[in-house]
C-alpha cells in the first residue's frame, strides 16, 4: 500500500496563512471599533487628555460629551470609525496624514467647545477650582469673540439716518 505523502509547508503556504492572520485581526479590530465605539466616551477622554491637571466636574463633562455626540461631526460612519479606531489604537489612526488631520480637527472642535461652554476662563485656577461645563454657546463660533451686553442695537435702516 501507497503511503500518502508527508504535508510539508512551503514558503507559500506560510505566506497565506499569514496574509489570513493579518486579514482576520484587521477585521476583528475594525468590528471592535464599531461595535464598541462610543462617542461620548472619546470626547470625555480628549478633554481629560487636552486638561490633564485641571479639576473637571465629572457630571458635566458627561453631559456635555453625550450632548456633543449628537452632532452631525459625529454622525457619520467615516468618523465613528475613525473615533472607535483611535480609541483602541491611536498609533495605528495617526499613521495616515490625512486621518490624522481629520482626528486633530475633531479633537480641536471638541476642546473648543467643551472650553467656551465651560468656566475654564472664568477661574483663576483650573487646577484648583472645579471645571462646570454649562450649556453650550452657540451664538458664535469665534471662541475669542466678547459681546457687550448693555449697549442697546441702533437701527440701521434708512429713516434713523434723517
Not at 465613528?80 to 480637527?105: K, Q
Not at 462646570?132 to 448693555?150: D, E, I, S, T, Y
Request: with cysteine.
Amino acid at each position: 500500500m501507497k503511503q500518502p505523502a508527508a504535508t510539508s509547508l512551503s514558503r507559500r503556504h506560510v505566506l497565506i496563512g499569514g496574509a489570513a492572520v493579518v486579514a482576520l485581526g484587521s477585521a476583528g479590530a475594525l468590528w471592535l471599533a464599531v461595535g464598541s465605539n462610543d462617542a461620548p466616551e472619546w470626547i470625555e477622554a480628549v478633554v481629560r487628555r487636552s486638561l490633564p491637571n485641571a479639576r473637571l466636574d465629572d457630571l458635566s463633562l458627561k453631559r456635555f460629551a453625550a450632548q456633543l455626540a449628537r452632532e452631525p461631526e459625529f454622525q457619520s460612519r467615516k468618523m465613528l470609525l475613525l473615533t472607535g479606531i483611535d480609541s483602541i489604537a491611536p498609533a495605528l489612526v495617526r499613521l495616515a496624514p490625512e486621518v490624522n488631520r481629520r482626528i486633530e480637527r475633531l479633537e480641536r472642535f471638541v476642546l473648543s467647545n467643551y472650553l467656551t461652554s465651560s468656566n475654564f476662563f472664568r477661574v483663576a485656577d483650573p487646577t484648583r477650582e472645579t471645571i462646570v461645563c454649562g450649556a453650550r454657546l452657540l451664538a458664535c463660533g469665534n471662541p475669542f469673540a466678547r459681546f457687550r451686553a448693555h449697549e442697546p442695537l441702533q437701527d440701521m435702516s434708512p429713516q434713523s439716518a434723517s
